[in-house]
C-alpha cells in the first residue's frame, strides 16, 4: 500500500485541469448567458435505490454548485406512478445526505408542478403545436419510419384546437382507457432526429401515485416534464447522460415554445464499473429474485450497499473525482473504486487482530494460567490513534495458512523447527503437531523464547515472518462475512444472446460462523471500520450484536490498481 498517495483531502481540494463541463459554465458566465448564475439539480426517479452511477452525478452536480458558489436542488422526476415509491425517496435522500451533501430546502418533485405542466401541456395546444392522437402505441410506433426514411403523418394531426383541448381535458378526466388516446407535440414527422416525429408529451395512466394520489389520470412523459421542471426550478445547466444528447432538441425546443427561462442540457458519459451491472432495473431483478440480500447487499453496487460494505463517503467523491467526467462511455476498472476505499482505509481504520480459520497454537513452555498484557500500536499510519493492550497467554488461534508441514524454502511463517514472530509478542519454534484421523492439523505445538518479547527483544534470534494471531481464553467468536465479485464476467450485461444474470458468481458470499477476533472488537459498533492484520478491511454489520458479532469484508488489502498504474 502506497503511504505516497495524495490524501483525500487536498485530493479533493485540488485543482485539477477543467473539465468540458466547467470550460462552457465559463464560457456561459463570460457571455452573462444565466447571469453569472450556477444552478444545477439531481433528478432521481424514485424507482430504486441510488447506485455507484448516480453517486457519481450527485458528486457532479452538487460538486459544482459548491465550485461555483451556486445552488443544487434534489429534484424526484416523479412522473411515473407505477414503479415510484416513498420507501425510494427516503432511501435516496439518505444515501445523497450520506455522501455529503446538502440541499438545503432544494427539495423539489416534478409532481409538484402537475397543474402547471398541464397549463403549459395547454398553452401549447392552443399555439397548434400539440394534438391528441387517438392511435394505439403500436400504430403510432409502425409510424415513426426509420433513421433514414420519414415517419407518416396521423390522421388525428390536424385536429381543432378546441377539440384537443376538449379532448386533453377529459384525457385529464378519466373518461378514457389506457393507451386508448396520447397528446403528442406536433414537430415534424419527417425530422432526421427520430425524437422529434411527434413525440408523446402525455399518456393516460390510471394508476395512484405516491404523492398525487388519485388526482391524475394523466401523466407526463419524461421528456415534457424534465426541460419544464429545470425552467420552473431555474436551472442554469442541467446535466445529464450521453443518452439523452438527442432528446436535446426537443428539451430545447419544448422550452422556447412554453417558457422564458431556458437551461442549458449538457451530457456526460455514465459510469459503468467492471463486474458489475448499474441499472435500477437489473438491481432490482437481482433483489426480487433473491440473487441478492435486499438492496443493501455488500455486494450490491448501490450506495446503500457500499455504505454497508464498509465504504466511505470520501472514498467515493475521490473516486468520482479521479474517475472525472467524459464524452465517451467507457467502463471504468472497479479496482480503482477498491483502491480509493483502501487507500481512505488505510489511514483511517485501526489495525486489529482477526485468525478468519483458526488453528490452536499451544505454547508449551509458558506457565497454564497466565495471561499478560501485551501493546498494541492501533494504526502505524496515525499516532493519534493510540495504542491498545492485547491478551495473550498459553494457547492462541494462528490461521491455518501460517502453518505448513512441509514448507518450501521460501516460506517464512510456522512449519516444524521453524521460527516466527507472534506480532507485538514473542518469538515461538514450533516443536511438533497433531493430526486427526482425516489427516487434518489439529493443534500446534510450540515453545516460546522469554526473552524475545516485542519491544524488548535481547534474544538475539532473527526471524524472517510474523504472524498475527488470538488469545484462545479472551477470543470473541465472530461471524465474517467474505465477499467477492458478484459477477464473474466485467461486462455481465454487455453479452446480446445471454442474460446476465448467467454471469453471477456462485462463490460471491462466504460465510465464516467461526473466526476469532481479539477483544476489543466486542466494543466494536456498526458501521465501524477495522484493518485485520494481513487479512483485509472489515467493518461492523448492522446485524452485529456483542451476542452475535458480524463482521463484513470491506476489500483485501491486495492493490491490484496500485500494481496496474505503476506498470503503466
Ligand atoms: P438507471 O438506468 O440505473 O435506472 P437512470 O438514469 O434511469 O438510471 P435516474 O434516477 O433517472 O436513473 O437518474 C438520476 C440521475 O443520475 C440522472 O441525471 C442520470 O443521468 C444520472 N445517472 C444515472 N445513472 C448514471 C451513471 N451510471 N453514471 C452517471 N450518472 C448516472
Ligand atoms: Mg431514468
Known sequence: ???????????????????????RIDEDNKTGRFGGEVHTRFPPEPNGYLHIGHAKSICLNFGLAQKYKGKCNLRFDDTNPVTEEDEYVQSIKNDVRWLGFDWGDSEFFASDYFDQLYALAQKLIKAGKAYVDDQSADEVAAQKGTPTEPGKESPFRNRSVEENLDLFQRMRDGEFNEGSKVLRAKIDMASPNMHMRDP??????????????????????????????????????????????????????????????????????????SYTVMSKRKLLELVQQNHVNGWDDPRMPTISGLRRRGYTPRSIRNFAERIGVAKRDGIIDVALLEHSIREDLNKVANRVMGVLDPLK???????????????????????????????FGREIYIDRADFMEDPPKKYFRLGPDRLVRLKYAYIVKCTGYEKDDNGNITEIHAEYYPESKSGQDTSGLKVKGTIHWVSVAHAVKAEVRQYDRLFMDEDPAGHKEKDFKEFLNPDSLEVIEKAYLEPSLLKARPGDRFQFERKGYYCVDPDFTTEKPVFNLTVTLRDSWAKIAKKG
Open 1 to 23: 500500500m502506497s503511504g505516497k498517495a495524495p490524501s483525500a483531502t487536498k485530493q479533493e481540494a485540488s485543482k485539477s485541469p477543467k473539465n468540458f463541463i466547467e470550460l
Open 200 to 273: 408523446a408529451l402525455y399518456r393516460i395512466k390510471k394508476k395512484a401515485h405516491h404523492r398525487t394520489g388519485d388526482k391524475w389520470n394523466i401523466y407526463p412523459m419524461y421528456d415534457f416534464a424534465h426541460g419544464l421542471s429545470d425552467s420552473i426550478e431555474g436551472i442554469t445547466h442541467s446535466i445529464c447522460t450521453l443518452e439523452f444528447e438527442v432528446h436535446r432538441p426537443l428539451y430545447e425546443w419544448i422550452n422556447n415554445q412554453l417558457v422564458d427561462h431556458r437551461p442549458q442540457q449538457i451530457e456526460f458519459a455514465r459510469l459503468n464499473l
Open 361 to 391: 497454537l499451544v505454547i508449551t513452555n509458558y506457565p497454564e494460567g497466565e495471561t499478560e498484557n501485551l501493546t498494541a500500536i492501533n494504526n502505524p499510519e496515525d499516532e493519534s490513534a493510540g495504542k491498545r493492550e492485547l491478551p
